[in-house]
């Protein structure tokens, strides 16, 4: 019986209100949704970081492939006009980009934490002039197909990569890479709009020294090679490290 007067009591102190002031209620809820949602979206677009999905083919560009002596990775051919992957290396013909898709794994920017870290071997332009293993000159022979590795630079021989140890200890830039190892991604957004982004980042326990590297550019900046410095910056990192504002 208490609780229902108490029911009773409050519907008559509303229904006794000014019309004037049940509107200033209502403005006021109205007003601190909006600021609700507002806030909540600075916040998702501060703290989310978007990350390409790796698994879903590689990051095509341009390259002045007619510089230097480079072949298809999927078909052999030498290339006067084609793409490099400016993630991992690889460089194909126009077309044969569907079948490096489907059939080369790009460079990943997450395998697990923990997980053991292992050469990452793409049949590419040479950037080291001798093999990591037996000190021969590597890329001057297309009949014998030479390897780097996309984490640490190392190049072998085909011959050679058998007897190379599988484990990778990322090169000379170890210390501004965070390893794939290292990262965590989660996938975010609704139904068809789903979209991977930075979930966490463990700092390796064995290297004292980290202090990686965070590369933002804009395209607008400067000269407006932003994009290209960003594509000389992922080769050489976590692609997760780059990114263009």
Same mark, same amino acid.
């Given at each position: 019986m208490g609780d229902r007067a108490a029911r009773d009591k409050s519907t008559v102190m509303w229904g006794d209100l000014p019309p004037r002031q049940i509107s200033l209620y209502v403005g006021l809820v109205f007003l601190g949704s909006i600021l609700f949602v507002t806030l909540s979206r600075r916040r998702k677009r501060h703290y989310e970081?978007?990350?390409?999905?790796?698994?879903? @083919?590689?990051?095509?560009?341009?390259?002045d492939i007619s510089l230097q002596s480079m072949y298809c990775s999927v078909c052999e051919s030498h290339l006067v006009e084609g793409l490099l992957c400016d993630c991992c290396g690889v460089c194909v013909d126009e077309d044969c980009v569907s079948a490096a898709d489907a059939s080369i794994p790009c460079k990943p920017l997450s395998i697990g934490l923990g997980e053991?870290?292992?050469?990452?071997?793409?049949?590419?332009h040479l950037s080291s002039p001798c093999c990591h293993l037996c000190g021969e000159s590597c890329g001057d022979r297309h009949d014998a197909r030479d390897w780097r590795c996309c984490w640490c630079d190392c190049c072998v021989h085909a011959e050679c990569r058998a007897r190379t140890t599988a484990d990778c200890d990322l090169g000379k830039y170890k210390n501004l890479i965070v390893p794939p190892?290292?990262?965590?991604?989660?996938?975010? @957004?609704?139904? @068809?709009?789903q979209h991977l982004v930075l979930d966490s980042v463990v700092p390796p326990t064995h290297d004292p020294a980290w202090s990686p590297l965070i590369v933002i550019a804009s395209k607008k900046s400067g000269n407006k090679d932003g994009e290209r410095l960003l594509q000389f910056f992922r080769g050489i990192l976590n692609p997760a490290q780059v990114k263009l504002r």
């Open positions: 970081i978007p990350v390409r999905d790796a698994s879903k @083919g590689h990051r095509w560009c341009s390259s053991r870290l292992q050469h990452h071997w793409v049949s590419s190892n290292c990262i965590t991604l989660k996938l975010v @957004g609704w139904k @068809g709009t």
